[in-house]
């Protein structure tokens, strides 16, 4: 598996529109194998708002979702000609070859492994949330074992029970994978190689992110050093020629360093495209010991328990992730800042915090606002 890495703005994504056909390149080609089909993740999520979502998965193989619409249309006329049941039978011979009677039960597998229920399969994709419409789309790139596999940011958007369901699928995926990713951890349990976009070139690496990180950190370091040591030489050269050129004895070791000099390339170390930005929070007061403590903490929504005797404590320099399900969270957080009651239970901040929240849902700040 491949995860090609660069800056915002190097054109990774763009690359990835070269390799699988929607732009074309202003220089060079790409070659795929006969018969190889390539699969691609979809980034829009409104693309297929009257379809079924069991049949937009399949859509992923484009041609037996072509096949299955002729089969459709020929059954469905209303007088069936000879020349049809030979359509038809031609259509069931390609179609048995492409699995297609295991279609429906490998796309509803592919959805449950990334978290979307039975109860929605056969529902229209206006009608899903937007976290399970990335899982839809995610699935139909995944469907009917691609050759070529290019998924850009497969993660964003996924629940954490997602993310560690597609690491399983694609570590035992045979097939190629090229993947764009922000998700470093995703990248180190995934990827065999690194393709790095940086320098204007791409530079293959093997390993994972963190074996890419250490190797181009040391690339570079050794490339400065070995020009840090020819400059030194040309330095030394032209203070020598500076010295003896216009000396009678010494002249022609003078041309014989100025040819060595000429000889010498220190090659050019372009600024990389990669920007690091640093973000600092200076707190208002120097913080205690106390930061938070909730204690026996429920909530039931609608007649569901989604928080359950929740107990906690946060001191100075603790770091905390909460994991598990999405509105279980969520509730505990609106909880916390405010927003919503518990119905059993209490916490209390320390008298020396100050608390900011950023929500899942943040669409309220934009009312009004031009989105797009």
């Keep these: 598996m491949l995860r090609l890495i660069g800056a915002n703005g190097a054109g990774k994504s763009t690359f990835l529109k070269i390799l699988s056909g929607e732009i074309e390149p202003q220089e060079g080609h790409v070659s795929v194998g006969k018969d190889e089909r390539i699969a691609v993740l979809k980034q829009d999520h409104y693309a297929y708002e009257d379809e079924k979502v ?6 992923g193989h484009t041609r ?43 796309a509803a597998t592919l959805l449950r492994g990334l978290g979307v229920s039975d109860d929605v399969h056969d529902k229209k994709m206006s009608e899903l949330s937007e976290a399970d419409r990335v899982k839809v789309l995610l699935a139909q790139a995944l469907f009917g074992n691609p050759d070529i596999l290019l998924l850009d940011e497969p993660t964003n958007g996924l629940d954490i029970q997602a993310i560690r369901w597609l690491e399983e699928f694609l570590i035992n995926f045979e097939n190629t994978v090229i993947v764009v990713s922000h998700d470093r951890n995703f990248l180190n349990n995934v990827c065999t190689h690194i393709a790095d ?32 040591k020819k400059e030194e030489k ?29 000889k010498i390339d ?43 005797n929740v107990t906690f404590r946060l001191e ?48 309220e700040f934009f009312e009004g606002s031009d989105k797009t």
């Design 54 to 59: 069991l049949d937009v998965v399949i859509m």
């Design 64 to 106: 037996l979702h072509e096949i299955i619409q002729e089969k459709d249309e020929i059954y469905a006329k209303g007088e069936f000609t000879e020349e049809d049941g030979m359509r038809a039978a031609e259509l069931e011979g390609e179609f048995a070859e492409l699995n297609g009677w295991e279609a429906e039960g490998d």
């Design 197 to 228: 976009l940086d320098f204007e070139k791409i530079t293959l690496y093997v390993g994972n992110y963190d074996f890419w990180y250490e190797s181009s950190q040391l690339a570079l370091k050794m490339q400065q050093e070995q020009n840090k």
């Design 234 to 262: 040309v330095k030394e050269l032209k203070e020598f020629i500076a010295r003896f050129s216009a000396n009678a004895s010494k002249s022609r070791q003078a041309t014989s360093r100025k040819k060595l000099l000429d």
């Design 266 to 308: 220190i090659e050019d170390i372009k600024p990389s495209s990669r920007k690091y930005p640093y973000i600092a929070f200076t707190p208002e007061r120097e913080i205690g010991n106390d930061l938070l403590e909730v204690k026996n903490l429920s909530k039931t929504i609608d007649g569901k328990k989604v928080l359950n």
């Design 316 to 363: 100075k320099d603790d770091k905390v992730a909460l994991l598990g399900d999405d509105f279980a969270v969520t509730t505990l957080m609106k909880i916390l800042m405010g927003e919503m009651e518990p119905d059993e239970g209490e916490y209390k901040w320390g008298v020396t915090t100050s608390q900011s929240y950023f929500p899942k849902d943040n669409s």
